[in-house]
């Protein structure tokens, strides 16, 4: 091929095809730089904190709701009180203080009749051993009448035996004198009656003295039989320890009510808590305005209403926004996933940069809130991505930045 060389041309041809090459070259440079920035992206994105909905976890009524509209809220404050004892629990609830009542009162009475039984079980016990003992010396007493009834039937049978032994003399002393006419037979009949009389009188002492034996014997019988059963006097303390018994299982079901009625109370409260720090807001946002949005923001309930469960009472913000979300086109898929380096410019003053990645990124494309769309007639659809906001980065909930991928 043959060389061209622009020195042979004439000079006003050369001075018009030298800008020409300039251009061209330009050209190159631009599609060049163009090529360089083509895996980078600029996108706005919007500054948000949590947003929780303050929920009834179950059916009841408010009791207390402590907290007002854009009133700020420390974590595990309580905000609310719910009352969930329904009407049938109360009904419960009013039966077991019956019961606890009635069974308190009961634990009164047997208390009040342990002084009075014991009191009334020693007079018992005393009065059978009072009793006892009576009937012992009546035994001993009937014992010692024996004994002096022998004693005395002894005597008086000696003494006449002495007198019967005398009137035996005198009745053979009478018959000799009687043989010897010195005495009448009349004489002797006299002293022989008397003879016979005391011998009678002797005779009839001899079996009355045997029968006063045998009763002396029945007596000691009779004694000694008494003797081998004495009183038995039921224990005191058995008699109390049954009463003490009863209070006790008095005691236990007293107990039982009690903690039936705690885990009534119990139940029939529950505080709603804050999740984390915060301010109360009633957000009025738009159907499409997502990450503004969450179910029952625009709800803030007032005590004395009836909630079902699942029922929203009041919602929670935080007051620092912890992400900010950003959303990418169809045209711009493909070129961020998560570790991805950006930075986050903020623009109002004083302005702010920060060098953050990305955290996560959403499954499909989401309708845009309306404050990131272009043209706020035509809705934008995008993929979301999250990024956490370093520290430093002071932020307002709501407010647009710059994320720039470096």
């Known amino acids: 091929m043959k060389r061209i060389d622009i020195r042979g041309y004439p000079f006003r041809l050369r001075h018009h095809i030298?800008?020409?090459i300039v251009w061209l070259f330009a050209v190159l440079c631009v599609v060049g730089l163009f090529s360089r920035r083509a895996p980078r992206f600029?996108?706005?994105?919007m500054a948000r904190g949590q947003v929780r909905q303050i929920s009834a976890t179950c059916t009841g009524r408010l009791t207390e709701v402590y907290v007002d509209l854009f009133e700020q809220v420390e974590?595990?404050?309580?905000?609310?009180?719910?009352?969930?004892?329904?009407d049938n629990e109360r009904m419960v609830e009013t039966e077991l203080k019956s019961q606890i009542d009635s069974?308190?009162?009961?634990?009164?009475?047997?208390?009040?009749?342990l002084v009075p039984t014991q009191d009334t079980l020693e007079?018992?016990?005393s009065d059978r051993e009072i009793g006892f003992a009576s009937q012992?010396?009546?035994?001993?007493?009937?014992?010692?009448?024996?004994?002096?009834?022998?004693?005395?039937?002894?005597?008086?049978?000696a003494s006449d035996r002495v007198l019967l032994a005398d009137l035996a003399s005198e009745v053979k002393i009478t018959e000799a004198l009687l043989k010897e006419d010195a005495v009448t037979a009349y004489e002797l009949q006299k002293v022989q009656a008397q003879h016979d009389s005391l011998a009678e009188k002797i005779s009839e002492n001899e079996a009355l003295l045997a029968q006063a034996e045998k009763d002396l014997i029945t007596a000691q019988q009779r004694l000694d039989e008494f003797a081998q059963h004495p009183p038995v006097n039921p224990s005191v303390d058995g008699a109390l320890d049954v009463i003490r018994k009863e209070i006790r299982v008095k005691e236990a079901l007293v107990q039982g009510f009690m903690e039936q009625l705690d885990t009534l109370k119990a139940r029939r409260v529950i505080e709603l808590k804050a999740p984390f720090t915060g301010v109360v807001i009633s957000l009025q946002g738009r159907a499409n305005q997502a990450i503004l949005r969450r179910p029952g923001e625009d709800v803030i309930r007032r005590a004395g209403e009836v909630v079902q469960a699942g029922d929203s009472i009041l919602v929670i913000a935080e007051i620092k926004p912890s992400e900010v979300v950003a959303y990418v086109n169809e045209s711009q898929l493909g070129l961020v996933g998560e570790k991805t380096q950006v930075e986050i410019i903020k623009s109002r003053p004083l302005e702010q940069k920060a060098r953050c990645e990305v955290d996560y990124i959403g499954p499909a494309l989401e309708l845009m809130p309306e404050q990131l769309w272009r043209n706020p007639n035509f809705p934008q659809w995008g993929q979301?991505?999250?990024?956490?906001i370093p520290e430093g980065l002071e932020l307002v909930a709501g407010e647009l930045v710059g994320v720039k991928a470096l």
């Open 136 to 157: 012992m010396r009546q035994f001993l007493l009937d014992i010692d009448q024996a004994r002096l009834q022998i004693m005395n039937v002894k005597v008086q049978i």
């Open 103 to 113: 069974a308190v009162a009961e634990i009164q009475h047997l208390t009040a009749q």
């Open 42 to 45: 600029e996108v706005l994105g």
């Open 75 to 86: 974590a595990g404050q309580t905000l609310a009180v719910i009352d969930t004892v329904l």
């Open 123 to 125: 007079a018992e016990k």
């Open 18 to 20: 030298l800008p020409v």
């Open 384 to 388: 979301p991505i999250v990024i956490k």
